[in-house]
């Protein structure tokens, strides 16, 4: 019989970081308040534990990957939930309107509303070699 792997505590602290914040990762595109929740308890506990482990003479390469994947969450989390608030009448107009759409060609009707309405939103036109997604 073996004995289980001993492992300090500001390691499995500098793992429980990692695994925060590669959540907040994918939160962020998907859930951005959830994201940002995430990167920034990923960010207390791997600061913490980075300074633990450094004072102990330990290995930090876990706990500096949890600070700069909660870092990138920041900003990625950031930007999404800023924007989901800048288009929020157009995203929901848009779901009310595909809630409605019954035909396909409907549906693309309400996308080609929401793409009009993001272009007059932020003066631009949309470039024609990239496909709106919808």
């Known amino acids: 019989m ?21 959540m907040a990762l994918v939160f962020s595109m998907y859930l951005p308040a959830g994201g940002l929740a995430l990167a920034v ?5 791997a600061i913490r534990d980075l300074r633990a482990l450094h004072q102990k003479k330990q290995r930090t ?4 990957s ?8 920041l900003v990625l989390g950031t930007f999404a939930l800023a924007g989901q608030l800048y288009f929020s009448a157009e995203i929901s107009a848009y779901g009310e309107c595909s809630k409605g759409a019954g035909t396909v060609e409907a549906r693309q009707d309400c996308s080609e509303q929401f793409k009009r309405a993001i272009e007059q939103k932020t003066g631009f036109p949309w470039p024609s070699d990239i496909p709106f997604p919808a």
């Open 2 to 22: 073996t004995t289980p792997i001993q492992m300090s505590m500001p390691e499995m602290g500098g793992r429980r970081a990692l695994g925060l914040s590669l």
């Open 41 to 45: 308890f990923g960010l207390i506990i």
């Open 61 to 64: 390469g876990m706990a500096t």
């Open 66 to 73: 949890a600070v700069v994947i909660s870092c990138i969450s």
